[in-house]
């Protein structure tokens, strides 16, 4: 588990990586995969990416070594709807659901103008923000007053940090590259550390800025 170190009491929310993504080719030609799952603490409890349908008890373990269950979580915000992304939504019956450019809680759907590109405000710290372009209705989450700065959590607009060099990682499982690169230069401007789809959380230089 990889998790920013808890700090001082000014910093109000702190980013945890529950279980870090990973993706490569097997040699018969098909992939591995599976999407990064973190959680947010602070005023307001956040999962984002619940992993494959096989991480459930993973996911449980990870929140009880923070004294929490399923129950505690006040929002899960899925990324974009792959499999990889959504595999545990169940657990958290008790949370508002946000997935992709949807917002339910229950059977009761709230309408939001993501596609207008309006930020979700869940409070002054924390915000999703529409960032299409690996599908056509991604979301990031931002978090603000961290001990790392501002953390986005980023989904598979960021596969991994390899992407910012090798760009055809990332534009192979693209929707819309255009759309993505703009996004993603958008979000390297924003962030103080990106925690991708499909790898370890990384820093934002300058050089990697440039490079992107």
Known sequence: ??????????HVYQVVVLKEGYSHCLE???????G???LVLGPHNIMVDTGNPWDGDDIIKGLSKHGLTP???DYVIATHGHVDHIGNLNLFKQATHIVGFDICN???Y????????????IDEYVSVIPTPGHTHSDVSVIVKSTKLGTVVI?????????D???PSIWQEVSENIELQEANRKKVLKIADVIIPGHGKMFQVTETKTQNT
């Not at 588990?1 to 000014?10: F, L, R, T």
């Not at 018969?28 to 599976?34: I, L």
């Open 1 to 10: 588990m990889a998790e920013e170190d808890s700090g001082a009491s000014c």
């Open 154 to 162: 980023a989904g598979d607009l960021f596969e991994c940090m390899d």
């Open 28 to 34: 018969n030609g098909d992939q591995v995969a599976n």
């Open 106 to 108: 229950g059977d009761k």
């Open 71 to 73: 129950s505690n979580i």
């Open 110 to 121: 709230a309408t939001h103008p993501f596609k207008d590109g309006s930020n979700y405000e």
């Open 36 to 38: 990064t799952i973190s």
């Open 164 to 166: 910012l060099k090798d």
